[in-house]
């Protein structure tokens, strides 16, 4: 099904009619809206305004479609900053970050965290039950901006909380992480600082523990949206919309709160991201490079244990990457059979109009700010009109499983191979190695059941914890381990048996 | 006329008759001093000391030498920062700057803005009637550092009073700022903060006003001082030298208050700066881009309505680029005619002595440190013998109009179309197109009159204003339009209309 | 001789007395130890604990094996910091750094002075006559990580003094400085600020004044060390453990307070942090640059005044570098007799078994973190046996002395030729040329004898002292001067008679 995602808000009110009538004569099935719009829907402290939200719900109601609705977290309004401020974010430079973008809080802030539970329990208390309303889309893309790794002092001192509570004594994690080493003995965990502006380079421990953490606050704050969502908007669905080639989030953990997951598919962005040659880039910039939309399709499909929507499809050029061109006259169309074809239940166009004002000005819609339809609409209804005539299968079982490990990227991260080398590059050249064999690929995280695959490919699995070894032991297929597989512990130290660790009984060394 | 600049402070007094000799003997007419000497003026605070300069000022009258007095505002002593240490700018990355080089100090600091009309009124009422003064030069290469935009308290509380001023309403900047996009309304003028360190990129119009407010805060700086001079020093002219590719401050409106422009010309140094190959940059190494000087000439002719000095013309090697070489045999000579040629009135040599202390000490001048004549000297010594037998005809209006605009320098840096592209290279691409055709070129400000041009080329003009409009509907010649002309409206959005704006009633689309 | 870095304080006790025997066994004559254990000697503050110490070194001494004891001041514990926070160094860009890495202390913190004199007193008072120690080695690697310099208010106040001490009134200072340039007359020392964070480039003058301060708080940090160990370890040798291609600190100076030089031979790691072409890096990344080795071999030869150790010997890959491939089989062997040939009296690999924990988990030893041998073992035990056969001859004088000049590094820091020269790759230029001729080079500073020298070579010398210019009027062989010779005063001013300064009478120019 397709769907799309719609700014009410940034429109007059006498278009939403022809808007909604539009989308339903384009076969469209569901509309994502208000995920930006706190400073709309209260407008200051305390009293919120919901009438144009209503009008708007009502108006796409009314044409049959059903919404997706955000929770505005993403974007806390000015009145909010101004009277708790500690919740702006710290970068690793130890810089206050300011207002006036998005993405603007610390994950560990507990006025933040207040805030968060009082607006989407207002939105929740008022939509919940609305039968428009086919679910909900928590906060949007965490992790955007570089932003799920704060340095506050509010996250420095929940950090020191998280490791009490998984060491319980400080002499166990003196023990885990090596203090021993360059005299870094703690006393007592208040005096673990967050591992940024050292002079030499922080205890990779201290920082894979950090990461962990800061990923783990991320599901937290999700988790709370989830719970008030839970209770006042019971039968309904919860999702969040992830994004390509982010890492500092472990999107498996994550998902585990949610019906499903989402995704945002941007390949030209995207392409223009990778760490690719000028001519590779040039080659792949209208298209984007044949592997990266199908790649976190899978990854996604993983994610959402099966279940995935793409959130918002690229329907023309972007605005945010480097070179921004159009794409190939039929890409939309093709990015569009190519999710669905890889599982997606829903692939949503990011976004209905193209916006006059602000910083996403130049990104395409559907449709040009005046109002005439773009490129995007035409490949868009092109499909439309295709999915009439198709049942699609179901996805079934792919022959090769890819266990990725979001913990695998924070290992590369902190000793990388050699200056050039990162996880997701690894994992994209298996995975481009597959896909150029014409095998179909799973997602799986470590420690998943490897049943019915018959090639299981492990890029790398530095830490090997026992249920992942059970499922390797369980496999019925050839299971393939990359570099540096079990080359460490879990708190990051050599494993005593060397590496491959744990792997050494499986592996015929 | 050639003309120098020259420090009497850093030599022995016992030098200075010689050197008047040896300037007047060298056909020099101007001779630019004191523009960095407040520390030597006002060693502590409020005790001028002027026996200095009155006797260099004597000295350089008694061989009929004219001098362009230099207020010395781009250099605020010690004392005085410390007196009032929130003069010191902020920058992008919300650092507080030191004193220790030049240009330390904020434009829109109260506190010195008063010192700069105290130092300006001391000078000019001593001065300001001297009959070897033919003028003043305010401040020094504006913008020169970076300094333009500065990110402190007084400036966030000086644009918010500009916003105010510009909007009247609250609702109006929300209104053109489009801030219904990620939730940034805003309640009140105070609210705003300076677009720096945010999370994700700041808002375009947001930026785009603070760039206008910061070009603003520059030109109401030198107002300060011109009203000053004005005042005390009625029938001395008034210029400022302006830098070359330097886009942060809109020369036309800050000359609007002087009576003719400047600039410091200095090819070898510029070309090094420029987006050239390796290749290009070694081809022009010892000679200067071929289009570099003359483009600034034409640019500032523009920018003075007809009337500029090179107030510092390269006399040899520099100290501030990336690689300083010698200039090929010949070139200042070469270079100094290029610039009457394009219509200087006077072209003044920087240095007139190599200085062997402190940050320009490898800078060459027209003599080496110790006094015996340097290559520039005897190239400028044939130039002034030359124009002795010529009488250069006054500059005609070319048959090319350049329509160039600050404020699309502005609009490129916020969204440019590709990383690699900025306003200025757009322009110096027409531009070299234009030279290499052989055509004279006079650069205007769009909605200056185009009548009498035969082509007028418009590298790119986002933003059309109505008198702009009506410019281009009364040309003779040719309008040429590049990219991205017409695309946005006054507040940084696309227009309802479309691309190219106001211009589709013009061109044939 | 060779020698082995250990570190019992990361191993169970239950394996000191084998490792102790192996050492022996393998042939080893010297064991550093506990230069990073202040955490362990004092756990909390007043408290020490020598036991682990007390019993570490019976063990070693018992396998007749002489030991060199760190001072553990490059790394103060946590409790220490969070006492006195303004031990953490302030970097350039005005940041205070971080505990949690190594190196996190200001040398001109008083604070610190007086807790680094405590511990080394508590040291030197239990272990000054002890009969396994044979001498010290004063903190690690001074300079690692950019530490010499710090931009603190501690630093700030010293520098004043240091000021104050050296010009005696503030007018030889501005005299000196050439402060009647861009108005930065001081009236006070008490006005001048450390410079960084400038808005135009600092004083040269200023800079290379603040670079010989930062590099004297080292030197007089170190004197309060060897003070305590001269009073308290009577007939102990004192020495420190320098690093490549370090310039922020003169050597020479430093080690007039030692009784001979060291220093930590990384040759791979070396070669990937030179200024070489990918093609050149990927040639010698196993080998190392031909001339690393021996290059800095001959330099700590002449700052131990004939005298010096390899204190850290690479015996197989690295973790820090960039890239840290395996050096190829047989270049641990060939680095040690490399070192042994050029005159080292001991080579200590570093270290005795790779840490399975923390920073340098990655960083290979003699063995791996499970005890067995790695390759550098089997390498060193060769030349162990070599070694019992061969009776190496004194390094006689070289027939070439190169003058390195720790002021000239600053120097062209401060003043480069041009955007891409160091006068470190300068120095390596006339090295490599040399070596590549056959020829042995002594490395003199400037001022020392040049007697019996054949040729006499020097990079370059901007500043030409006295002492200096009269060693080469007496020195017997060739002298060759490289660029920018006698170009700058003592000052960093253009000398009066002009390059190269007091070189006049010696060149025939």
Redesign the interface.
Known sequence: MLGVCY?P??WPKARWKEDARRMRELGLAYVRIGE?????LE??PGRPEWGWLDEALATLAGEGLEVVLGT?TA?????LV?RYPEIL?VDK????????????YCFSSPAYREEARRIVTLLAERYGNHPAVAGFQTDNEYG??G?VRCYCPRCREAFQGWLARRYGEVEALNEA???????????DFA?V?L????????????LLDYYRFASDQVRAFNRLQVEVLRALAPGKFVTHNFMGFFTDLDPFALAEDLDFASWDSYPLGFTDLMPLSQEEKARWARTGHPDVAAFHHDLYRGVGRGRFWVMEQQPGPV?WA???PSPAPGMVRLWTWEALAHGAEVVAYFRWR?????????HAGLH???GAPDQGFFEARRVAEELTALALPPVAQAPVALVYDPEAAWVYEI?PQ??EWSYLDLVYLFYSALRRLGLDVDFVPPGASLKGYALIVVPSLPIVRGEALKAFQEAEGLVLFGPRSGSKTET???????PPGPLQALLPL
Not at 93 to 104: A, I, P, T, V
Not at 197 to 206: D, F, I, Q
Request: charged share 25%; glycine share 6%; hydrophobic share 25%.
């Open positions: 700014y808000e940034h930006f719009a706190w400073a709309l407008p200051a505005p974007t806390p309004p000015k009145w101004d974010p430079e130890g810089r206050r970050r300011n207002f006036g973008g998005r993405r603007h955007c901006h932003t992480w090596g203090t021993a080493f360059w005299s870094q003995r703690y006393r005096e600082e591992p940024h502006l050292t002079v030499a380079e922080p205890n990779p421990s201290h605005n480097p070179h921004n193209q916006v006059p004002f602000a910083q996403e000005q130049m040009r700010p005046d000793q050699g200056a990051f130290q050599i494993p005593k048996e060397l």
